[in-house]
């Protein structure tokens, strides 16, 4: 290992903190893209789900319409 103790792998040189925070934010940010795709993700398949139940209540209406 390169440094000396753990508190010198946290500390990095003095430059920790911007090490630190530049994990952070990565992460931050890689973890709202995952949110946002798996919401989007599933409003899509509930949009679907209602535009197939839409048609198929206007195919049955059409089709009880025509038997009549």
Do not use: D, H, P
């Not at 040189?13 to 709202?32: C, D, E, P, Q, R």
């Not at 535009?51 to 206007?58: G, P, S, T």
Request: charged content about 20%; cysteine-free; overall charge positive.
């Amino acid at each position: 290992m390169k440094f000396e103790s753990w508190s010198a792998f946290w500390a990095m040189g003095g430059y920790g903190f911007y090490v630190w925070l530049s994990f952070a934010v990565t992460l931050l940010a890689l973890l709202g893209l995952v949110v946002a795709t798996i919401t989007t993700k599933k409003r899509l398949l509930r949009e679907v789900k209602q535009k197939q139940a839409r048609v198929a209540r206007r195919k049955a209406a059409q089709k009880l319409e025509n038997t009549l």
